[in-house]
């Protein structure tokens, strides 16, 4: 009884600062995290990736292996291509949509009004300054402000660890592997050297 009374005034005492923080941390809802994956830069690339940095030095040692049989080995490449890059799309949609989740409603609200909003230009038009270091008294302020009203940094910090999120990915290793598997055997029917 005494451990219920306990309880219920812990509950009564912090109940409100635990809903409303719960609520600040919460994660954010599907149609926010739809509408910040649309206000994304280069949002289109999430669903039309540039092919995987190994497929160009790839077919080129392919095709090195097997002189006269360019085509075939661009046919190969392009099946294995399309084989990879619905499961790229896939993971990496996956992986931006679990990021969004870890950082919260509040966060991913934030990001989507300065993605849509005329802060995510103000920071573009002072690239040039941040990338040649030389920003005056007024844009190192504007820039500060900006950086520390939307969680910026934080996101980017993730994003850049999405290859290893990738990777980490259940689906993707044996996907991979299975491609990987019907390029080789591909190259096996077509009589052309792997090795």
Not at 25 to 43: K, R
Not at 123 to 144: D, N, T, V, W
Request: proline share 7%.
């Amino acid at each position: 009884m005494r451990h219920r009374l306990l309880g219920l005034v812990i509950a009564l005492t912090f109940g409100g600062h635990c809903a409303a923080a719960s609520a600040q941390i919460g994660a954010p809802s599907e149609g926010l995290i739809d509408q910040l994956m649309a206000a994304l830069p280069n949002s289109d690339s999430l669903r039309h990736p540039p092919d995987p940095p190994s497929a160009a030095p790839e077919q080129t040692r392919l095709q090195g292996l097997n002189p006269g049989h360019e085509a075939e080995v661009s046919a190969v490449m392009r099946d294995w291509l399309d084989c990879v890059r619905p499961l790229v799309v896939a993971t990496t949609n996956r992986t931006i949509r679990q990021i969004i989740r870890e950082l919260g409603a509040r966060k991913a609200g934030l990001l989507l009004q300065f993605y849509g909003g005329p802060d995510y230009r103000r920071l573009l038009a002072l690239g040039p300054g941040i990338r040649a270091h030389r920003l005056s008294a007024a844009e190192q302020r504007e820039f500060l402000r900006i950086m520390s009203t939307y969680p910026l940094e934080e996101f980017a910090t993730r994003i850049d660890n999405l290859n290893q999120v990738i990777a980490r990915d259940p689906s993707f290793l044996p996907t991979t592997l299975q491609c990987s598997a019907l390029k080789q055997a591909a190259l096996d029917r077509q009589g052309l050297r792997y090795r």
